[in-house]
């Protein structure tokens, strides 16, 4: 059955505001203007190369979970960037509420379908043009535009305050200090090795994987920092909400607060959308044609300190286990050995899911889906039944994800489907099965 976007419209307070302030003339005034200022060659490319043959519509988990062919990637393209483009921006308010509907909840930028289009056609970066475009027409769901106005006053995610992540990282040593007396979460370390750097979500809910981190840098020896400072968080909604000042904004802070200490190295925590942000979207658009201070992802991380004998294994993770491949640090990274390697180093009877690696499903919570809220849940669920079917095929009780928003969006299937499978990071399990020296 084919539907129409008209068909699936969804109320959002943000998306309705933001229309009703909208004439076709003020829409075509700005249209216009993004796309001389910001619609490149990339742009005309893409859309000028498509054949419309179709073969993307097989790698998106929205077409593969509806079998509708308007999911399809180039449908996707034809309902709102041929449209804008074929009317010169003349258009109305109530199609740049479909436009947004789409391109922020009906698209994960996962980047899947560029792996299966003949001419390498990104569908993600049209998408992201179009939600850019949306944004500066002021029309942004609601629940993603408070978390960009999060980024824009406290440099973070989750509106934490500076005292509030200080008096975090202090309770979680205080806490890990009772396993390990000599732990210390070291601040303001200038000359360290690395700073590390986390998102927003660790200090408001997941505090459990700072006291984990810590307690494993510690254990190896490392000599490591966080900043004291705005600029801890690494995640950045405001990429994806399309408001691409305050991505700028966020990125430079993160990496000023590693050249204030003068680390050699930013590791970052295990998520996937910060690793895109820092690693390929916020370098760029500030203009540094490389990182100014190097960066890697706990993958790599982990990966080096187990190869490198500064971690070892008091026993294995009882399996079997299945891995989830995180959109941007495989397909956007090219992790997928290194991840495998972690695994098999410490978890028995690994189990792959069929595809997997750069081929592997999204979660369906990437590319700021998650975050455009409760009006949208039910879409990004029930848009991703083949990732049900797809890890109820593994027959697992454990699935590993290093990558917040995975969980988030795994989680919510899971649950939904009825799977009773376990998500982990891996510092989840290094740290529960890892040798540990000197603790009580």
């Not at 806490?175 to 303001?188: N, Q, S, T, V």
């Amino acid at each position: 059955m084919t539907t129409t976007i008209a068909d699936r419209r969804i109320e959002d307070a943000g998306l309705e505001a933001g229309i009703a302030r909208l004439t076709p003339e003020k829409i075509q005034k700005t249209i216009l203007a993004v796309l001389e200022g910001e619609g490149g060659a990339r742009l005309k490319t893409y859309v000028e190369t498509c054949v419309r043959c179709g073969m993307c519509a097989k790698a998106c988990h929205y077409y593969m979970s509806h079998k509708d062919p308007s999911y399809a990637p180039v449908a996707k393209v034809r309902q709102t960037m041929w449209e804008i483009l074929k009317h010169k921006g003349l258009v109305s308010p109530e199609f740049i509420h479909q436009c947004a509907q789409i391109a922020y909840t009906e698209c994960n930028l996962c980047r899947r379908c560029m792996h299966y289009c003949p001419l390498g056609i990104d569908t993600a970066y049209i998408m992201s043009f179009v939600r850019r475009i949306c944004h500066k027409l002021g029309v942004t769901p609601q629940y993603i535009q408070d978390t960009a106005h999060s980024h824009s006053a406290t440099m973070n995610q989750m509106w934490v305050k500076d005292d509030e992540w200080i008096d975090t990282l202090k309770w979680q040593e205080d806490e890990a200090r009772d396993e390990m007396p000599e732990l210390r979460i070291p601040l303001e370390v200038e000359g360290a090795d690395f700073m590390y750097s986390v998102i927003a979500p660790e200090p408001k809910f997941r505090t459990q994987l700072i006291y984990q981190a810590a307690f494993i840098f510690n254990q190896a020896g490392l000599n490591w920092t966080m900043p004291a400072t705005p600029g801890w968080d690494n995640s950045n909604m405001a990429m994806f909400s399309g408001d691409m000042e305050i991505m700028g904004r966020v990125e430079m802070a993160h990496f000023e607060a590693a050249q204030r200490l003068r680390v050699k190295r930013i590791v970052m925590g295990e998520c996937g959308h910060a690793f895109r942000a820092i690693y390929d979207v916020g370098n760029r658009w500030l203009g540094w044609g490389m990182h100014p201070v190097p960066v890697v992802h706990s993958i790599e991380f982990f990966w080096d300190l187990l190869n490198s004998g500064k971690i070892r294994m008091a026993k294995k993770y009882p399996g079997p286990v299945t891995i989830h491949d995180p959109c941007n640090v495989i397909r956007g990274r090219g992790l997928m050995d290194k991840l495998r390697e972690v695994v098999h180093a410490i978890c028995d009877g690994v189990v792959e899911m069929t595809p997997n690696r750069e081929h592997n499903y999204c979660c369906c919570a990437g590319g700021g889906v998650i975050n455009c809220g409760p009006p949208f849940k039910n879409v990004r669920i029930v848009g991703n039944s083949v990732k049900a079917d797809q890890l109820k095929a593994t027959g697992v009780k454990t699935c590993i994800a290093p990558c917040h928003n995975c969980h988030g969006g795994l989680e919510d299937i899971i649950h939904k489907y009825g799977l009773g499978i376990e998500l982990k990071f891996l510092g989840d399990i290094i740290y529960e099965c890892m040798e540990k020296k000197g603790a009580s």
